[in-house]
């Protein structure tokens, strides 16, 4: 009994093993050819507000607590700050300007685009940041210039 | 009891003693510095500024942001504060004067017995009881502690109840996709908009862009401040002087005042 039990435990093992190994062939293989990827534009700062998993799961939740902080009661970190995103994930077009987010190039429409997902965010917002002013733009707004380095350490 | 428990800064302290203050305030805004990241540095090193508020703070109801605008000093031809807060929030028009957005304008007004005449800005009012905010019906349309009039975007629907009970005719509706807008002031198709007393800027302890420009470039009618507050500025004035609300009949209790109306 004991000898035909770990016999059956090693035949799980190899069988996760292998299940596993071949989910990872398949990844790189879809990654190599066949499916299609998104592809997500570098932001500008060393690193995001929060990793990168965290970002991918949760920014929309941030987006919108933010947003009624602001809103209605007047918060004006930057951390989190719609702005600050648009400011530092801001991607060139063609003669070095910042494409709006009717391009399909725009770093939220990139994945948007790929999980089809239509947001609104865009209709009121600017989804770039002001020309010829990029961030000192935003500076200029929220008046203390040297919270510049605020979103990009945290 | 509550005698013996004043707070130890207490200005009636014995011990008080103005050198360890300046030392201890000292240390503070040298902390301040030091520690760089934004919301220190701009809560603390700006002390004497009752108005200040850290960004992390929510706005209170201690403050009341009010405009007194004296017609004495405002020139019927001068439109800099129109122009300045067109500037300001990214207004453009689209050549339909019948709905284009209009946060501020100036009206003529004139008295029919005696032919005199006044041009006085007129903008939201920001009143302490907003029928814009009663006859809203998502609650999009709401007054901020500190007794700015705002519309949420995020929940305005678009049905313009708001712009039918104003009295002021402050509001506007939004008929065309825009593009572009400036980052501190979000604004879109299909909602309504009016005077934000410049809100970006006041958090930010500044200035609503028509008053800065009616004081560089026009003829400095116009005065912001916290009614709240009777050490202000504009506080002492409504108390000294006769100033008259538009419309005060309605007992809306707007926040901007005039003079020389």
């Known amino acids: 009994m004991i000898v035909h039990r770990t016999a059956t435990r090693m035949i799980a093992v190899a069988l996760v093993f292998i299940t596993g190994l071949a989910t990872a062939a398949l990844a790189a293989e879809a990654e190599s050819s066949g499916v299609p990827m998104p592809v997500i534009p570098m932001g500008m700062g060393d690193s995001c507000v929060e990793d ?45 300007e910042a494409v709006s987010a009717s391009d399909p190039q725009h770093f939220c429409r990139a994945c948007h685009d790929y999980a089809a997902i239509n947001i609104d965010c865009f209709q009121c917002h600017a989804s770039r940041p002001e020309t010829g002013a990029s961030t000192a733009g935003h500076a200029a707004g929220f008046a203390a210039p040297a919270a510049d380095g605020v979103s990009g350490d945290q | 009891m509550n005698m013996n428990r004043k707070p130890k800064d207490s200005k009636t302290s014995a011990d008080f003693n103005p050198a360890r203050r300046s030392f201890l305030g000292a240390m503070a805004t040298a902390a301040g510095v030091t520690l760089a990241p934004g919301v220190i540095l701009y809560g603390i090193s700006k002390p004497s500024t009752s108005s200040a508020k850290p960004l992390d703070a929510a706005v209170s109801n201690e403050v009341r942001w009010g405009m007194l605008i004296d017609l004495g000093r405002c020139d019927s031809g001068c439109d800099e504060c129109v122009s300045a807060c067109a500037k300001e929030n990214g207004l453009r028009g689209f050549d339909r004067p019948e709905t284009d957005a209009q946060w501020i304008r100036k009206v003529a007004v004139k008295d029919p017995q005696t032919g005199a005449s006044k041009s006085l800005p007129v903008m939201c009012q920001h009143c302490e009881n907003p029928p814009c905010v009663d006859v809203c019906p998502t609650g999009a349309s709401f007054k901020r502690a500190d007794g700015i009039v705002l519309v949420n975007k995020h929940t305005c629907i678009g049905c313009r109840y708001c712009m039918m009970a104003c009295p002021y005719k402050a509001r506007s509706f939004i008929h065309e996709t825009l593009e572009d807008q400036k980052a501190h002031a979000p604004r879109g198709k299909g909602t309504v908009e009016s005077c934000t007393l410049c809100v970006h800027r006041v958090d930010a302890d500044r200035l609503p862009a028509c008053v800065e420009a009616c004081s560089d470039k026009g003829g400095g009618a116009m005065l912001f401040g916290d009614l709240n507050d009777p050490g202000s500025e504009i506080s002492k004035r409504v108390a000294t002087y006769a100033t008259q609300q538009i419309r005060a009949d309605l007992g809306l209790n707007p926040g901007v005042r005039y003079r020389n109306l």
Do not use: A
Request: glycine share 6%; charged share 25%; hydrophobic share 25%.
């Open chain 1, 52 to 96: 990168t998993d965290f970002m991918r799961r949760n920014h929309m939740d941030m987006l919108k607590h933010q947003r009624d902080e602001t809103t209605l009661r007047g918060v004006r970190t930057r951390q989190y700050s719609l702005v600050e995103c648009i400011n530092c994930h801001v991607v060139s077009g063609p003669g070095s």
